[in-house]
């Protein structure tokens, strides 16, 4: 697929490439605003950029725009496509192109270019005009700086998705514009498989879930903020034990940090000059106050908190750290997207020598993590962004450094231009579950700029003062968001050794609760986590619900099972072994529990 710059040149790429793909979807965006525009001339169009599936465009209406308008304009989509038109690139001034825009009345459009014209002024006269690229198909041209593939005809599956409603330029002071969705593909069938992986994704909602397994509940006392109920609580403590057992394995330390600290303490590490927008604050006895964000300040102080030999580097922090983060109301989703989250942080201080190889030992445990969930990966490396601090001397040696790592390990790594935090390059770790979706958790980031600000140091073998080097890291990402990408991964469905509740006995009927509890006393005492239903109903029916709660297994007592000592199991469906929604019968419970056993190191 053939890929048109704005300075005019082409390139050919494959439509998995994340620039073609990227470029197609811009494409697609424009297709969307020309339906728009032959199909209702007097709409207004705002900005229509590619996301990460699909795209969307802002527009404003003259009527009420509703989901049934959708079809009518995804036809118009297809027809345009169909006309096979090329794409055109051409510079042009500020002045012609507000000149354009103010004649086609598009008033958004025509902020815009006034607001780059403003900037265009504030330039010394000495320099260049500023010259703007518009793109052209057929007799729709639009303002962009591209990239875009170079005919519509490779367009050939659309499907606009959704509507919603989006301020103007995000800014709830602005009027309120209509919000088209849409994804489309090169080939017919990559569009049936998205749609069939989104009634998927529907099915396995972990909202929806969450509530049918009474794992957790958003309150409206707290948006953003979730409540974990019991069963949850038995995930998230699974969690953070086989966390800890890996991180005293690999020789971390494990610490706590306050979650609100000084203002000063901010401005030092730079988060209240690049990060104030997200960040709650408070006044305690007149002194300013913020509520942390991110648990790396704290580290620094505890770093700093005793004099320090280069014989404890690398030395490996750990925290469960309870961080907030002020998000907008509209962008908050269930798990995923929250305003309060416990992050599994760590900071590492360590020697220039140390640097690899301990990027090295955070990449095997980061695979050793997503291996045990049965997920699979990939690598961005994201490099300097416009916000950033620190020399460029600091920023190239910390990018080569993870280069080095994650070649010396066979690490295969896209590029994310920009995207480094601000104080560092970074690798971030991109997890696909079960059904093809991709999730950023993990993340390596490499630091010269915080050990430098804090005036950290370390006595080195030569008796004088160094500065040591940072690795913020993370594995899970957030609790919070991890379990919720687990619930989506595993439908529900958890494994033996994470499932709330491993096994629920269901006497057939009240003469046989007597041996239902004596096998209960069992399970717990062997440490499986068990519930037994007592309630005065069909065995048909308390199979059904034990199936509904996703219980991976059902004991089954009647006569005979409690007369020769003895279990039916029946297996929960889906479980990926064999015997899955089988029964066996007559096992002693040494064999159930070998079974748990089993499935549990599966």
Request: hydrophobic share 35%.
């Amino acid at each position: 697929m053939k890929v048109l710059k704005n300075n005019g040149e082409v390139y050919e790429g494959s439509f998995e490439e994340k620039e073609v793909c990227q470029a197609f979807w811009h494409t697609s965006a424009h297709l969307l605003a020309q339906a728009v525009k032959e199909l209702y001339p007097d709409t207004k169009c705002a900005i229509g950029p590619a996301i990460e599936k699909g795209f969307y465009y802002d527009f404003r209406f003259s009527f009420p725009f509703e989901e049934e308008h959708l079809t009518a304009v995804e036809q118009k989509m297809y027809e345009i496509a169909g006309r096979s038109l090329s794409l055109q690139v051409e510079s042009v001034s500020v002045q012609k192109a507000l000149a354009y825009m103010e004649a086609q009345e598009e008033c958004y459009k025509k902020e815009l270019i006034e607001e780059l014209a403003g900037k265009a002024s504030e330039k010394e006269e000495s320099a260049p005009a500023e010259e703007l690229t518009f793109y052209r198909q057929g007799s729709y041209a639009e303002l962009c700086k591209g990239p875009h593939i170079v005919n519509t005809a490779c367009v050939k599956a659309i499907k606009l998705l959704s509507i919603a409603g989006a301020y103007w330029r995000g800014d709830e002071k602005n009027e309120m514009l209509t919000r088209i969705y849409g994804i489309s593909f090169p080939k017919r069938s990559d569009l049936e498989a998205y749609l069939h992986m989104l009634e998927e994704a529907k099915r396995r909602d972990h909202r929806k879930l969450g509530k049918e397994l009474g794992l957790f509940l958003i309150a409206e006392e707290g948006p953003g903020f979730p409540f974990f109920l019991p069963k949850g609580m038995v995930i998230k403590n699974i969690l953070t034990a086989y966390w800890r057992k890996l991180h005293m394995e690999e020789g971390y330390q494990e610490i706590t940090t306050p979650v609100m600290l000084t203002k000063t303490l901010w401005e030092t590490s730079g988060h209240w000059e690049h990060y104030r927008e997200n960040m709650y604050t408070s006044v305690v006895d007149g002194t300013d106050y913020a509520i942390k964000p991110m648990s790396c300040p704290g580290g620094m102080l505890v770093y700093k908190s005793e004099p320090r030999s280069y014989r404890e580097l690398p030395l490996r922090l750990a925290e469960l750290g309870l961080v907030h983060r002020y998000e907008k109301s509209g962008q908050l989703h269930g798990l995923m997207r929250v305003r309060a989250f416990t992050q599994d942080d760590a900071h590492i201080f360590m020697t220039e020598e140390q640097v690899i190889p301990e990027i090295q030992k955070v990449a095997r445990l980061i695979q050793k993590v997503y291996e045990r969930f049965g997920f699979s990966y990939f690598v961005e490396l994201s490099t300097k962004p416009e916000n950033s601090i620190g020399s460029e001397a600091d920023w190239e040696l910390a990018t080569d450094a993870l280069i080095q790592a994650a070649r010396s390990l066979g690490l295969p790594y896209v590029v994310n231009e920009g995207d480094g935090a601000f104080y560092g390059p970074k690798l971030d770790f991109h997890l696909k579950d079960s059904i093809g979706r991709t999730w950023q958790c993990g993340t390596i980031q490499l630091d010269f700029q915080l050990p430098l600000r804090f005036e950290a140091e370390y006595t080195g073998a030569d008796g004088q003062k160094h500065r040591p080097i940072m690795i913020h890291r993370v594995i899970y990402g957030s609790l919070e968001r991890f379990i919720g990408i687990l619930i989506e991964h595993y439908a529900g469905k958890f494994p033996v050794w994470l499932a709330p509740v491993q096994a629920k006995i269901l006497p057939v009927s009240d003469k046989y609760q007597d041996y239902g509890n004596e096998i209960l006393q069992k399970c717990k005492e062997a440490g499986i986590r068990t519930e037994i239903d007592l309630r005065d109903e069909k065995l048909g029916y308390k199979i059904r619900e034990a199936q509904l709660e996703k219980t991976p297994f059902m004991i089954i007592l009647g006569e005979k099972e409690k007369f020769g000592k003895t279990l039916s199991v029946r297996l929960r469906d889906g479980q990926g072994n064999e015997e899955a929604g089988k029964q066996l019968s007559g096992i002693s419970f040494e064999e159930f529990q070998k079974l748990c056993y089993d499935e549990e190191n599966a």
